[in-house]
């Protein structure tokens, strides 16, 4: 079984219409037995980090998070909520990866909305995907460069594109609007 992490924040339903487009069944929850029990958890989400962390907090999702062990997948907000801290509202986050989240600077339009490719690649996420391919970002915020970074985009300054750490995968970028790139990105996350 697949969950989608139910909180408060967008774009879980878009995420669902892409596993369906794979074949795959999902349920959407914020029940904590059911992400415990599932075979893989994804953590989408489109809206801002205070609000969302303190959703997840008020319901002991934080803690049922960090406790995972199956394959769990954060996608764009869902990756910033992994990290330790957020610009956006000042937000204390769930610290599985050992890195800030930071607002671009001024510099360019903001937020970072389109497609994008990447720079380096490296882990099971990106079987069969080349750095000349495109996936879809739309951010304001973006997760600086640690030692989980497991790919990096460039806009207007070098960030993770995507991260791994143990059993957690993240995407800034959406594979479930980022086409069959997308799809392959999801994929290989559920053949993990």
């Known amino acids: 079984m697949i969950a989608i992490l139910k909180y408060n924040a967008g774009n879980i339903k878009s995420v669902q219409n892409a596993l369906i487009r794979l074949g795959y ?3 959407i929850t914020d029940n904590p037995e059911e992400l415990k029990a599932a075979d893989k958890v ?3 989400g489109v809206g801002e980090a205070g609000s969302a962390m303190k959703y997840l907090k008020q319901r002991g999702l934080d803690k049922t998070i960090i406790a995972l062990t199956q394959p769990v997948l954060g996608i764009c907000l869902g990756l910033q909520l992994m990290c330790r801290h957020s610009e956006e509202a000042d937000t204390e986050c769930l610290g599985i990866f050992e890195t800030d989240v930071k607002r671009f600077p001024p510099v360019d339009k903001i937020p970072h909305m389109g497609w994008n490719n990447f720079f380096t690649l490296k882990g099971d996420l990106f079987k069969g995907i080349s750095m ?3 996936v879809y970002y739309v951010h304001s ?3 600086e460069i640690s030692t989980g970074t497991s790919a990096t985009c460039d806009y207007i300054l ?3 594109a995507a991260m791994q750490k143990n ?3 993240a995407t800034q970028f959406h594979p479930e609007k980022s086409a069959y790139i ?3 990105i999801l994929h290989n996350f559920l053949k993990i």
């Open 25 to 27: 069944e999902s349920i």
């Open 42 to 44: 994804i953590f989408p």
């Open 132 to 134: 000349s391919d495109d």
């Open 141 to 143: 915020y973006y997760p």
């Open 158 to 160: 070098p960030f993770s």
């Open 167 to 169: 059993n957690f995968y």
């Open 182 to 184: 997308g799809e392959k």
